[in-house]
C-alpha cells in the first residue's frame, strides 16, 4: 500500500462510526487513567515533603532565633498536626480548588504557581517554535543526504547540542548576545512576549533551552527518516518516478513524525519543570526556579503545588500526545 | 512548517534589533542586582538581608549608624535622653516626616510599629534585639518614650537596625498578611513600587523627603527609579554588570573582585569596618570535642592566613580572635597561634596517642568527630581545606554538609561535635549574648556553653550605663572564651561594592551585612 492509500484508508477510518467509537472509548480510557496518577502524584509528593528532615520554622525563623521562637512558629504554621490530619486539610482545601498559603510569605500558592506559570510556557513555547522545526529540517536533510558531507557535519551538530550541557550554553549565548554584541537583554523577563522588551528577553533563553533539545529532535528524525526511506511504500512512491526530495517530505518524513512527536511531547513535561538552569541563568521566573526556591526553603505547600502543577503538565502532554498519535497512525486506532 | 517558522525567526529577529544596545532598559533608573529575593518585606517578620537592604530604603529607623559601624547617629529621633539609671529613653523625633502615602508620621506611628516588634503574638525572631521592653509609648505627637525591666546598652545600636523600621498602622492593618508582599508604607527615602517576586522589587523616590540621617551628604534621594533585580548565577551577574545591564552589586564571587579591579569601567568601594565573621564552634558535651586539650590541638592546627588566602581568593581576613577588632568592646586576646608540631606533643602528652589508621585513641575513645555545614561553597571548602589540618594531627573531622533547606534545622539538634557559620554582627556584646548565653541553648548556643560566669558577665555588660564597666566585662568573658577554645575563627569576610560608571556616589556601608545601606549619594552620571 502506498503512502497515499494508507493515509485515504486511515481518513475513511476516522469518518466511520466504528472508529469514532473506538476512539471516544480510548480517549476516555486515556483520561481516566490520568486521574489515579495526579492522585499518586498528589500522595508520593505530600510524603515526600514530609520525610524531608527540614524545619520549615527553623528556615522562617532565621539563624539567630532562639528556639522557643521556633517552636511558636512551628505551633502557628500547624507544623505540630499529626501527618495524617495534615494530609487530609490538604486534600479538603485541594478538593476546594484551595492550593493553600506559602509557609514562607503567606501568599497564595495558586497566585504564585500562576505568575510562575506563564513565564514557564512563554519560553518552552519559543524554545519549541524555532528549535522543533530547525531540528526536523536538519534531521530531515541529513537523511535526505546521507552519508554525505551535510549529514555528517548535521550529525556532529546533534552530537554536540546534546552532549553540552545547558548552562554552558547559556552562558555562551549570554557571552556572545549579551556581553560582546550589547544586542540582547539576559537579566530577566522583560515583559509578556508581545512587548518589545518581553520578545528581547525571550530570544537568549529561548534559543539556550531550544539549542539542548535540538540534538535529540535532529537525531530521532533523521533515524525515523531513514528508516521510513526504506520501507515498501516509500520503494512504491519512487517507483511510481516521484522525486526523490518528494518522496523524502512526503512519504517519509510523515511517517517518522510518530517517534518525533512522542519525543517532543515528553520534551515539553521537561521543559515546563526542569529547565531549571535556564531559569537561573537568565533569571527567567519560571516554574523550574519556582521549585526549587521553595524546596531549599522547605516551603512545604509551594513545593507541593509546584510538584503537583509540573507532574499534571507531564501527564497531560503525555495525553496529547497519545491523542496525536493516534490522528498520525491508524494502527492504534484498529 | 517553514513559513511558521520564517515567522518566528522573524519575530525573535525583530525582538534581538528592537532590543538594539543596552538592551533596552530603562536608563533612568538604577540597577542593582543581587543574587536572591526576600520571601517578604516586613521589618518584624525577615530577618534576611535581602530583606533589610531594601527596607532600609523604603523605610527609617530611630536611629542611625555611621560608617565606622560604631557610632549612633540621629535617624528619625533628633535626640534622645536616657535616665540615669539607663532604664527610661525619651526619643524626640523629628517634625515633618511623612509617609509615602503623605500622612505625617506621628510618635503613635513609632510606638505602634515597636510594640508590633516585641507583641508575642507577632512570634518575630528578632524582638530580643529591642531589649526587655517595660512599655513603649508615645508622650506627644513628637515624643516617644521607651521604659525598659533592666537596663540595655545596646538599646541606641539596635534601633537603627532594619528590624525596627517605622512602618504605617494604616497599612499594616489593611493589607494584613499581605503587608511587605503587596505593598509597604514607610517613611524611607524610596517608595514602594511594585514586586514580581523573584525576579524584581521596583522603588520609587519618596516625594518631599529629607530627612536623611546625617552620615550622608545629601539628606535627599537622588536617583528617581530604583529597581532591585535578581540574577541568581555568579557570572551572569559579573557579565550584567560589565554590559551595562546592571549599574551596582554587593554580590560579587570572590574569585572575581581581583579581576574587577583591573577592569575599566567598574568600580570597586569597600568598607574595612565591615564584620561579617566565619567560625568553627564545639558542641562541647559531646565526647572529644569536649576534651579542651582536643579543641586546644585543633585551634593550633589551622593555618588561618592560608584559609583566608586560599578559600577566600585574599577577599578575607585572617582572624586571630573571637570578635573583629573594628567591633565596640572588641579585645585583642588572641587564640592559640598555629602550631601543627605544637598541637601533636600536646595530644600525646595528654594521652592522644596516634593508631594505625592515622586517627588518635586515648582510652579507646578515637579522636574523631562529626561536623555539620551547609552545603554551599564557601562551607563546603572552608570544611574540606579544615578536614585536612585536622587530619595532619591525628584528628578525624567527619563532613556532614546540608543543603540550606535542612541546615539551620539540623543546627539546632545535638547529633554533631562542631558546626561551621558565617554571620553579621556590629558589636562585641551583640555576638557574644547571642551564642553564649545559656538562655540561648540549643541555638543560637549551638556550643551548649553552660556558664554562670558568662550570663552573670553579659548580664553586667547589658545592664552597665558607664561604657568602661561595660568594656571591662566583656575583656574578661572574651579572655575567658578564648582560653576556652569553643571556637576557631575561620575569616572576616570582606565587603565589596561594584559598581558601573554610571553610577556615582556608591559607597558600601554594611550594617547588617547591608552594603547601600540607604543610599543617599548615589546618582546616575550624566
Not at chain 2, 171 to 188: H, I, K, P, W, Y
Amino acid at each position: 500500500m502506498t503512502g497515499r492509500a494508507r493515509f485515504r484508508n486511515a481518513a475513511a477510518f476516522r469518518t466511520s462510526p466504528r472508529a469514532g467509537t473506538c476512539m471516544k472509548r480510548y480517549v476516555a480510557y486515556r483520561v481516566a487513567v490520568t486521574m489515579p496518577v495526579l492522585l499518586g502524584v498528589l500522595v508520593v509528593g505530600f510524603l515526600l515533603m514530609q520525610v524531608v528532615p527540614s524545619d520549615p520554622a527553623a528556615v522562617r525563623a532565621g539563624p539567630q532565633a532562639s528556639a522557643e521562637v521556633v517552636a511558636a512558629l512551628r505551633e502557628e504554621m500547624g507544623l505540630n498536626r499529626a501527618l495524617p490530619m495534615r494530609f487530609a486539610l490538604y486534600l479538603r482545601q485541594l478538593a476546594r480548588g484551595d492550593l493553600g498559603r506559602s509557609l514562607i510569605n503567606d501568599a497564595p500558592v495558586a497566585t504564585e504557581l500562576g505568575r510562575a506559570i506563564g513565564p514557564s510556557m512563554e519560553l518552552m513555547t519559543a524554545c519549541l517554535l524555532w528549535s522543533v522545526p530547525v531540528a526536523v529540517a536538519l534531521g530531515t536533510f541529513a537523511a535526505y543526504r546521507r552519508n554525505s558531507v551535510f549529514d555528517r557535519a548535521i550529525v556532529m551538530l546533534s552530537i554536540g547540542a546534546a552532549s553540552v550541557p545547558v548552562f554552558f550554553v547559556g552562558l555562551l549565548a549570554i557571552w556572545i548576545g549579551g556581553f560582546w554584541w550589547q544586542l540582547l537583554p539576559f537579566t530577566g523577563r522583560g515583559g509578556p512576549f508581545w512587548t518589545r522588551a518581553g520578545l528581547a528577553s525571550l530570544v537568549l533563553p529561548a534559543f539556550t533551552l531550544g539549542f539542548v533539545l535540538l540534538g535529540a529532535v535532529v537525531r530521532i528524525t533523521r533515524t525515523a527518516v531513514l528508516d521510513a526511506l526504506s520501507s515498501d511504500h516509500v520503494r512504491t512512491a519512487r517507483a511510481k518516478g516521484l522525486s526523490e526530495w518528494s518522496v523524502t517530505l512526503r512519504h517519509a518524513l510523515r511517517n517518522a513524525l510518530i517517534p518525533i512527536v512522542t519525543l517532543v511531547g515528553l520534551q515539553i513535561g521537561y521543559l515546563i519543570g526542569g529547565a531549571v538552569a535556564t531559569e537561573i541563568i537568565f533569571s527567567w521566573p519560571g516554574m523550574g526556579r519556582l521549585a526549587v526556591n521553595a524546596i531549599t526553603s522547605s516551603d512545604l505547600p509551594m513545593a507541593q503545588g509546584a510538584i503537583l502543577v509540573i507532574a499534571a503538565a507531564f501527564v497531560l502532554t503525555n495525553l496529547a500526545v497519545d491523542l496525536l498519535q493516534l490522528l498520525l497512525d491508524p494502527r492504534i486506532r484498529r | 512548517m517553514t513559513r511558521a517558522f520564517t515567522l518566528v525567526l522573524a519575530a525573535l529577529m525583530l525582538g534581538a534589533w528592537g532590543a538594539g544596545p543596552a538592551c533596552g532598559r530603562d536608563r533612568g533608573a538604577l540597577v542593582i542586582l543581587r543574587g536572591s529575593d526576600s520571601d517578604n518585606y516586613d521589618p518584624v517578620r525577615s530577618t534576611a538581608r535581602a530583606s533589610g537592604e531594601v527596607l532600609e530604603m523604603m523605610g527609617d529607623t530611630l536611629t542611625s549608624m555611621d560608617w565606622d559601624l560604631k557610632t549612633v547617629r540621629p535617624g528619625l529621633a533628633q535626640s534622645w535622653d536616657v535616665s540615669p539609671g539607663g532604664l527610661t529613653y525619651v526619643f524626640h523625633l523629628r517634625a515633618g516626616v511623612r509617609f509615602c502615602d503623605g500622612r505625617p508620621m506621628t510618635a503613635e506611628d513609632v510606638a505602634y510599629s515597636l510594640n508590633r516588634l516585641v507583641a508575642p503574638a507577632t512570634h518575630s525572631p528578632v524582638a530580643w534585639r529591642a531589649g526587655p521592653v517595660e512599655t513603649i509609648t508615645a508622650s506627644d505627637p513628637l515624643t516617644v518614650r521607651y521604659q525598659l525591666k533592666r537596663p540595655y546598652g545596646e538599646l541606641l545600636a539596635q534601633l537603627s537596625l532594619f528590624f525596627t523600621t517605622i512602618v504605617d498602622r494604616h497599612a499594616v492593618e489593611t493589607l494584613g498578611r499581605d503587608f511587605g508582599v503587596r505593598g509597604f508604607n514607610g517613611t524611607g527615602p524610596y517608595c514602594w513600587g511594585g514586586w514580581q517576586p523573584r525576579q524584581e522589587l521596583v522603588l520609587h523616590r519618596h516625594r518631599g523627603y529629607d530627612w536623611g540621617p546625617p552620615v550622608y551628604h545629601s539628606p535627599v534621594p537622588q536617583i528617581d527609579t530604583i529597581v532591585w533585580r535578581v540574577i541568581p548565577d555568579d557570572t551572569s551577574r559579573l557579565i550584567a554588570l560589565q554590559s551595562d545591564q546592571g549599574d551596582v552589586s554587593q554580590y560579587m564571587p570572590y574569585y572575581a573582585i581581583d579581576g574587577i579591579a583591573r577592569t575599566s569601567g567598574l568600580h570597586l568601594a569597600g568598607q574595612p569596618a565591615y564584620r561579617f565573621d566565619y567560625i568553627l564552634g564545639f558542641k562541647i558535651t559531646k565526647p572529644v570535642v569536649g576534651d579542651p586539650v582536643i579543641r586546644r590541638a585543633l585551634q593550633m592546627a589551622v593555618d588561618r592566613k592560608a584559609l583566608a588566602s586560599a578559600v577566600f581568593f585574599g577577599q578575607a581576613d585572617a582572624a586571630d580572635d573571637y570578635i573583629n577588632p573594628n567591633a565596640p568592646d572588641a579585645v585583642p586576646v588572641g587564640v592559640a597561634a598555629y602550631d601543627p608540631e605544637g598541637a601533636r606533643r600536646l595530644l600525646e602528652a595528654h594521652g592522644w596517642v596516634l593508631g594505625p589508621d592515622g586517627v588518635r585513641v586515648r582510652d579507646g575513645q578515637r579522636a574523631s568527630f562529626t561536623l555539620y555545614a551547609f552545603s554551599d561553597p564557601t562551607d563546603t571548602i572552608l570544611s574540606e581545606v579544615l578536614q585536612a589540618y585536622f587530619h595532619k594531627v591525628g584528628i578525624e573531622m567527619v563532613v556532614q554538609l546540608w543543603d540550606a533547606t535542612i541546615g539551620w534545622s539540623k543546627l539546632g539538634t545535638q547529633e554533631f561535635g562542631a558546626f561551621i557559620m558565617g554571620y553579621p554582627y556590629f558589636s562585641a556584646h551583640e555576638a557574644l549574648n547571642l551564642f553564649f548565653s545559656s538562655h540561648n541553648i540549643p541555638t543560637p548556643n549551638r556550643m551548649n556553653w553552660r556558664d554562670p560566669e558568662t550570663d552573670r558577665l553579659l548580664a553586667d555588660a547589658s545592664a552597665a550605663v558607664d561604657p568602661a564597666v561595660r568594656r571591662d566585662a566583656l575583656t574578661r568573658l572574651q579572655e575567658k572564651l578564648t582560653q576556652s577554645d569553643l571556637w576557631i575563627p575561620l575569616g572576616r569576610e570582606k565587603l565589596w561594592e561594584v559598581s558601573s560608571d554610571r553610577v556615582q556616589g556608591v559607597r558600601a556601608h554594611g550594617l547588617y551585612g547591608i552594603g547601600l545601606y540607604k543610599g543617599l549619594d548615589m546618582r546616575l552620571s550624566p
